[in-house]
């Protein structure tokens, strides 16, 4: 099991109580891996007690705040299971739910997925996602869908799959549609966070959105490129009936609206669509400088131990060791 925790003191006592009772009844045997994705609050000695009282919770420390793609994708590069859950820390993902979900992953199922309602999203809210979810679907190549989050199980082979992608700009709803395998889903009624403050604003949700649409194909730039010809359509036709006018009645020289509102309106189209070139362009950039996806601070023994560095190993191909496991490295000195 792994879960990324971001200043979740708050929750983390009752989720390491709801895990052990739930876990026990559904599997035989179980780690869980916490990752403090670099927390300003108690998290991190929290982490130190938890996995030191108990042996089968391990946890990681990120040298600083990476964000829940990298914190998830620490815990997943070193999680040893045959399958790997992951799980908010907030309890909105409720682990009830595990007991459905992985008897579905035997046999041909790689990936079970939680769905949740909106139940309790506010309206807006919900309107502009599902609004978000049918024009991303039509934009982009994988499938993704609404209410389905980042509450999965996976089984090895899924997970393997997933630390092959290498990119730095993670999107990973869009990462575990595009593994692909067979997908169940489960359904779970939406739940409020157990303690604590969700860590999105409005603004992050629409850059998110905004993340979603360019990291899966290039068609924002191909639609630049149509949007420009229908503009430059327009604007060839207009020229010809002007100079036609022009021609018919002479020239009278009106026309200082339409050229202010001509002359602002491209100003921002161009602005845009530079904006849409420059984001896939700072994507390059950041994809080729190739830095580590995540760097660990501190972990723990396998068996609990607390505080204690340990050698990592992680289950990827050797093109990619470097950038999910600098850890080693930094023990050396
Ligand atoms: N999280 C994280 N790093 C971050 C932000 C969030 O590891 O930079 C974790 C957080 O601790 C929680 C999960 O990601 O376990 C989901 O975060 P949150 O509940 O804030 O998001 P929401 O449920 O509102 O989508
Ligand atoms: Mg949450």
Redo the contacts with the bound molecule.
């Keep these: 099991m792994v ?6 003191e708050d ?1 983390l006592p009752r989720l390491v109580e709801v895990l052990e009772s739930q876990l026990a009844q559904v599997v035989s045997s179980y780690e869980v891996i916490l ?1 403090d ?1 670099g927390s300003r609050d108690r998290t991190l000695p929290i982490l130190r007690e938890i996995a030191a009282a108990r042996p089968a919770f391990r946890y990681l420390a990120l040298s600083r ?4 793609e990298s ?2 994708l620490a815990g997943l590069s070193h999680a040893r299971g045959d399958k790997v859950a992951i799980m ?3 309890l ?1 993902h409720p682990p009830e739910l595990l007991s459905q979900m992985l008897p579905l992953l035997d046999g041909d199922v790689q990936q079970v997925v939680a769905r949740r309602t909106r139940d309790q999203d506010p309206a807006v809210r919900t309107f502009l996602s599902k609004a978000y979810y049918r024009l991303i679907n039509r934009l982009i190549d994988v499938e993704l869908e609404d209410g389905v ?2 509450f999965r199980v996976l089984d090895r082979t899924a997970v393997k799959a997933l630390l092959t992608l290498g990119e730095t700009n993670r999107f990973s709803k869009g990462l575990f549609a595009w593994i692909g395998f067979d997908t169940a889903i489960v359904d779970y009624r939406n739940v409020s ?1 157990a303690a604590g ?4 604003r409005m603004s992050d949700l629409f850059n998110y959105g905004i993340d979603g649409v360019v990291s899966f194909n290039y068609r924002p730039l191909r639609l630049s490129i149509w949007f420009g010809v229908f503009v430059t359509a327009v604007a060839v036709l207009y020229a010809l009936w002007v100079l036609g006018a022009a021609i018919v009645h002479g020239n009278s020289a009106p026309g200082y609206v339409t050229l202010i509102c001509a002359i602002s309106g491209f100003g921002g189209v161009q602005m845009i669509l530079l904006g849409v070139i420059g984001e896939y362009l700072g994507r390059i950039y950041a994809e080729t400088k190739r830095r580590p996806l995540f760097l660990l601070k501190e972990s723990s023994h396998a068996g609990g131990g607390g505080g204690v560095p340990t050698a990592v190993t992680t289950a990827l191909g050797p093109e990619h060791e470097d950038r999910f496991a600098l850890h080693d490295d930094l023990e050396d000195e």
């Design positions: 879960v990324p925790c971001y200043n979740e929750s990752v994705d705040n990476f964000g829940k914190a998830m908010d820390a907030d909105q989050g980042d966070r403050t969700t860590k999105w």
